[in-house]
């Protein structure tokens, strides 16, 4: 049974137009978008882990371990909601709310709102974990908010082809070595996607979003 009759036709229909029609491209470029989801997941999980505790180890060295719960350091309330429901879910979980067990259990978007506008006081605490000159918070906050959509579309397998895949991949790499060059390192190595240079969706003259043909090499047999 061809995996077209497997997924419904409204998930599909999104790559068959990338495909124009084309039923196989369109299978090929829906196992590529999994190849690539799975990938960047993977990634994703390096470089969260890093900047989570390096933001830990940052904050904490000044302001205790207590410091999500000082509202000193964290006066935006959607953060203090994070760190609350961070804590209830773990003590509904029968576990004692540790502060490791805290760190791991904060949300990707928490992490991302420390280099928001509303937490730009931490910023001259947080500067020193990217190791790279001319940094802004700004930059920060907007490559994270970039890659907390794609996490999101990815973990709601949801296509990405049509997203700038080799600048989402780029910034994933520069904010994992600007904080740990082994992390950064580790992703390279354990990269299994063949990750194009060039935008995979293009617009043809007619301004329809299309598989661009050059990149065939990249998708799956």
């Known amino acids: 049974m061809p995996l077209a009759d497997i997924l419904s036709a409204d998930r599909f229909s999104t790559y068959l137009g990338w495909a124009q029609g084309d039923v196989v491209l369109g299978e090929r470029l829906y196992s590529y978008n999994v190849r690539l989801s799975a990938d960047f997941y993977a990634s994703l999980h390096m470089m969260e882990v890093a900047l989570r505790n390096k933001v830990d180890g940052a904050l904490t060295a000044i302001h205790g371990a207590a410091w999500f719960h000082d509202r000193a350091v964290l006066t935006d309330k959607y953060q203090q909601d ?77 296509p990405i082809l049509a997203q700038p895949i080799p600048i989402l991949h780029q910034d994933i790499l520069n904010l994992t070595a600007w904080m740990s060059p082994v992390a950064s390192a580790w992703i390279t190595t354990h990269a299994l996607a063949a990750y194009p240079a060039t935008p995979v969706i293009i617009k043809d003259a007619a301004g329809v979003s299309i598989f661009d043909q050059a990149l065939a090499g990249h998708l799956p047999v």
């Open 82 to 158: 994070c760190v609350a429901k961070a804590q209830q879910t773990l003590l509904h979980d029968g576990k004692a709310a540790t502060h490791s067990q805290m760190i791991a259990e904060l949300s990707f978007g928490f992490w991302s709102s420390v280099f928001g506008r509303s937490s730009n006081h931490l910023w001259g605490t947080l500067r020193p974990i990217f190791q790279t000159a001319g940094l802004k918070r700004a930059i920060i906050a907007q490559k994270l908010r970039d890659l907390r959509r794609l996490r999101n579309r990815i973990a709601h397998y949801e």
